[in-house]
Nanobody
Framework: QVQLVESGGGLVQAGGSLRLSCAAS????????MAWYRQAPGKQRELVAL???????NYADSVKGRFTISRDNAKNTVSLQMNSLKPEDTAVYYC?????????????WGQGTQVTISS
């Protein structure tokens, strides 16, 4: 069973930085697509950043140029470096992974970590 454990959330002032990390276990990590989603109060969960098994990345328009997703296949971790944070980045951030196994898409979520940006 895939387990994802996030860390690194917290409270920072606008303009500051945070680095989120997600440790994965129970999966062939290098084969997995990894992503960060976030959900603000009263809003739908949205994709923030994604990185494929090959290292290609994709970002939400709202975070392009400010956030960077990276992965370390040797350590089974994915990170999200968040710079120039804004109050609207406040949300619970979730680590996500998926990959195909015998034709079935296997998805897993972390428990989430709170990020709060004060103005």
């Amino acid at each position: 069973q895939v387990q994802l454990v996030e860390s690194g959330g917290g409270l920072v002032q606008a303009g500051g930085s945070l680095r989120l990390s997600c440790a994965a276990s129970g999966t062939s990590f290098s084969l997995n697509r990894m992503a960060w989603y976030r959900q603000a109060p009263g809003k739908q969960r949205e994709l923030v950043a994604l990185i494929t098994s090959g290292g290609s990345t994709n970002y939400a328009d709202s975070v392009k140029g400010r956030f960077t997703i990276s992965r370390d296949n040797a350590k089974n971790t994915v990170s999200l470096q968040m710079n120039s944070l804004k109050p609207e980045d406040t949300a619970v951030y979730y680590c996500y992974t998926d990959r195909y196994n015998s034709g079935t898409l296997i998805r897993s979520w972390g428990q989430g970590t709170q990020v709060t940006i004060s103005s």
